[in-house]
């Protein structure tokens, strides 16, 4: 029976989600390093075994867990994690103790936004026009080379943490004197690409990269961080074969190939010009967020967190059939206070509730979130993509959260 080890700083309900599904796989003895003490697992005694940490970010902690489970369990088959933070630790960890996984370099290339970049750039991939900035004088050199707008976020960014755009020059100066840029914390700046953004998934083993989703974000993320009152969607397209999407098809493949993607799932967020072309905007060796895994599922009829877990512990993979169209509308309150009333639920269930497959609804009562993911969302499914993209659009437009 393999060892297998998963770690997260916290046990967040999503990463409880992926350890249930790790737990789920028959013959397989599961350990979880944690920030957080056992008692989430209660209801998985027996199956999971548990060992706390202070921070597991830390590659001496990690080292030090992991050595602890194994005098317990045995050689450790695997040890993982989906944080996209815990990435280079854990290929540290991997490689002071033996253990198959990506490789530290490659987890530097995908957790090091600029210099994944640079290695798209070098091997004539498109993705935006970038400079890392040591000084105030690059930053100023680069938006000057590159004209405005563009985009600041920090070279080992998540989840457009702490990213935004900037329009001229006044704006970019009053930003970097906050947090003036150096050569041990530089920041990272870009090419504002004009057009539609999209997500890329991909599951490799060994270096094959075996299938793919994408979606299409409405509108891009940088535009819902910037305006809070934006309720927005995600759509995945059951077509997602088409010859449409030939460019980025053969595109991501090539990029995962330069930065060293072997086994695992990645999320690449990428742009359709509007003059028809692409670019890649940065890639993450880790499932992705909002909700899109949820969407994958739902497209397929299958479990894929549990699927991803199949590829990390065992290296397979049971191709699914794309069934169905997916999409997911995010609901956010628009003001300050807390939420006092959410509107135009009941009309959306009576004209689309034969579409809808999950929801959360906003808690009345709650502080209005600061993520982009906003304060709930509905998810509804289709075999036609038009008749879930109208849904969508229904539901952004109907439901309205209500904050005072």
């Keep these: 029976m393999p060892f297998v080890i998963f770690a997260a700083p916290l046990l967040s309900?999503?990463?409880?989600?992926?350890?249930?599904?790790?737990?789920?796989?028959?013959?397989?003895?599961?350990?979880?390093?944690?920030?957080?003490?056992?008692?989430?697992?209660?209801?998985?005694?027996?199956?999971v075994a548990h060992w706390r940490?202070?921070?597991?970010?830390?590659?001496?902690?990690?080292?030090?867990?992991a050595e602890g489970l194994s005098r317990t369990f045995g050689p450790i088959h695997r040890l993982?994690?989906?944080?996209?933070?815990?990435?280079?630790?854990?290929?540290?960890?991997?490689?002071?103790?033996?253990?198959?996984?990506?490789?530290?370099e490659a987890a530097n290339n995908f957790r090091d936004k600029a210099r994944m970049k640079t290695l798209l750039r070098g091997a004539g991939l498109p993705?935006?026009?970038?400079?890392?900035?040591?000084?105030?004088?690059?930053?100023?050199?680069?938006?000057?080379?590159?004209?405005?707008?563009?985009?600041?976020?920090?070279?080992?960014?998540?989840?457009?943490?702490?990213?935004?755009?900037?329009?001229?020059?006044?704006?970019?100066?009053?930003a970097l004197r906050e947090t003036a840029p150096s050569l041990e914390q530089p920041v990272l700046l870009e090419e504002f690409v004009q057009g539609e953004e999209h997500s890329f998934e991909t599951m490799s083993i060994d270096g094959r990269h075996v299938w793919h989703s994408l979606t299409h974000y409405y509108p891009t993320p940088l535009t819902v961080l910037a305006n809070p009152w934006i309720q927005w969607s995600l759509v995945l397209p059951r077509e997602v074969d088409g010859a449409q999407y030939e460019d980025i098809r053969t595109a991501a493949r090539r990029a995962l190939d330069v930065l060293g993607m072997r086994t695992g799932i990645t999320h690449m967020e990428w742009f359709?010009?509007?003059?028809?072309?692409?670019a890649i905007s940065e890639v993450a060796a880790r499932p992705p967020g909002a909700q899109i895994t949820q969407l994958m599922s739902y497209a397929h009829d299958v479990d894929v967190v549990q699927a991803w877990a199949q590829v990390m512990i065992f290296g397979t993979f049971d191709l699914p059939e794309r069934k169905y169209a997916a999409g997911a509308a995010f609901l956010?309150?628009?003001?300050?206070?807390?939420?006092?009333?959410?509107?135009?639920?009941?009309?959306v269930n009576r004209e689309l509730g034969a579409l809808i497959?999950?929801?959360?609804?906003?808690?009345?009562?709650a502080t209005p979130s600061t993520s982009y993911e906003g304060d709930g969302w509905v998810i509804v499914r289709h075999p036609e993509t038009r008749v879930v993209e109208r849904a969508v659009t229904t539901i952004i437009s109907t439901i309205r959260v209500e904050v005072a």
């Excluded at 921070?55 to 867990?65: G, I, P």
């Excluded at 993982?80 to 530290?104: D, H, K, N, T």
């Excluded at 938006?143 to 006044?170: C, L, W, Y």
Aim: charged content about 20%.
């Design 357 to 365: 497959v999950a929801a959360r609804t906003p808690s009345i009562g």
């Design 272 to 278: 359709r010009r509007k003059d028809g072309s692409i």
């Design 80 to 104: 993982f994690g989906s944080y996209e933070q815990l990435q280079v630790p854990l290929a540290e960890a991997r490689a002071r103790l033996g253990i198959e996984g990506m490789s530290v």
């Design 53 to 65: 940490v202070e921070n597991v970010l830390d590659v001496a902690q990690l080292t030090w867990a």
């Design 127 to 174: 993705c935006a026009r970038h400079r890392l900035a040591g000084s105030m004088d690059d930053a100023v050199a680069f938006a000057e080379a590159n004209g405005f707008p563009i985009v600041v976020k920090p070279p080992a960014g998540a989840g457009a943490i702490s990213t935004f755009r900037v329009d001229d020059m006044h704006t970019l100066l009053a």
């Design 13 to 47: 309900d999503n990463a409880f989600r992926m350890v249930e599904a790790a737990a789920s796989i028959p013959d397989v003895q599961l350990a979880v390093i944690t920030h957080d003490g056992p008692d989430r697992l209660l209801h998985l005694q027996g199956r």
């Design 332 to 347: 956010r309150g628009q003001g300050e206070g807390r939420i006092v009333a959410v509107h135009g639920v009941e009309a």
